[in-house]
């Protein structure tokens, strides 16, 4: 099994409480964890945090309430079952609160956590250190990100979205020569100065991350890279069962629950996804349910001809950072 940790996103709301997107974090490395307390420190732009993850004996990291915690009663529970049984357990609460120490398990922090991360706007580095005798310091980085919660966001697919091949991406990482969409970097550059946040988003496995970011951090065109966004996977662990039996055939399916977990971040009337690009109709159809308008959703071939849904003719990403201004109205923040 792979080690690796996602980015976050973080919002802050307007009752200045904050939420975070999940924390995948997975040490895959360490071979057999016995200690079952084995505690995760966070470290945010390399300053110690007071918050703490825990390791199950699986490699993956999360925190850990007791059900005194608000967050229980929320969405951010660790899985259903958990759910399940504290509807059980909500009538059995009145009768003796001492029956029920028992502590839950989440991949989310609560907003107090949060707010001891010390996170600047934009882009953070987190990291998590796990320390055991047997097998030493490791450490996983990823980025987190905080942003207003009146932001519009951009999601981009990446293999054979922003990279020319949808498989050939997944299987090399960084092959020489033409391996990606002309013109992509200006685009979400120019998009970016309008005032507008880039989400990547992909179907790839947490183990791939560390490559993942590197393949996006290399890409150059015309002296120009990607702006930073996050960097938003698969939580395969999580979902490993649902993926076996439909995702595998039906990636869409994926990207629509961890995209309605990025939008309950955000205040409940509020439409955070402005446009989204992608290379499948599925891209279109899961960008369709988080209600992003017809003609902000932009899916490109293998030519790179890019399809403005809802229009005929086809377009390129050259074409379109031509037209930035109109697509993509300048936002004052
Ligand atoms: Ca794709």
Request: with cysteine; net charge positive; glycine share 6%.
């Amino acid at each position: 099994m792979f080690s690796g940790s996602m980015d976050i996103l973080v919002i802050e709301s307007p009752n200045g409480l904050y939420k975070s997107s999940s924390f995948h974090v997975r040490f895959g490395s360490l071979k057999v964890i016995k200690s079952k307390e084995q505690e995760i420190e966070i470290f945010v732009n390399s300053k110690k945090t007071n918050v703490t993850m825990k390791l199950s004996s699986s490699g993956d990291a999360y925190f850990q309430y007791d059900e005194s915690c608000p967050q229980i009663n929320q969405q951010n529970l660790y899985d259903k079952e958990i759910k399940e049984n504290l509807k059980e357990k909500d009538d059995l609460l009145k009768n003796d609160y001492n029956l029920f120490k028992k502590k839950y398990k989440s991949f989310f922090p609560s907003s107090n956590q949060i707010k001891e991360l010390n996170l600047k706007p934009g882009q953070n580095e987190i990291c998590f250190v796990c320390r055991t005798s047997s097998s030493g310091i490791q450490t996983l980085k990823s980025s987190i990100y905080l942003w207003p919660h009146n932001s519009k966001i951009v999601i981009s697919d990446v293999d054979g979205t922003i990279t020319r091949s949808d498989v050939l991406g997944q299987v090399l990482p960084i092959i020489g020569g033409d391996w990606t969409h002309e013109g992509v970097a200006e685009l979400f550059t120019k998009i970016t100065k309008q005032g507008y946040k880039i989400l990547y988003l992909t179907s790839r496995a947490i183990g791939q991350s560390s490559m993942t970011k590197k393949y996006l951090d290399s890409l150059i065109q015309e002296k120009k890279s990607l702006p930073p966004g996050p960097l938003i996977m698969s939580p395969d662990g999580v979902f490993t069962s649902l993926k076996r039996e439909v995702i595998e055939r039906k990636p869409h399916l994926l990207k629509i629950p961890v995209l309605s977990e990025l939008k309950n971040l955000f205040p409940q009337d509020s439409k955070p996804f402005y446009a989204g690009f992608g290379n499948r109709e599925t891209d279109g159809v899961a960008y369709r349910y988080l209600d992003i308008p017809l003609n902000n959703i932009f899916i490109i071939d293998t030519s790179s001809r890019v399809l403005r849904l809802g229009e005929t003719q086809k377009s390129s990403y050259k074409l379109l950072a031509d037209k930035v201004e109109e697509i993509f109205p300048l936002i004052d923040n």
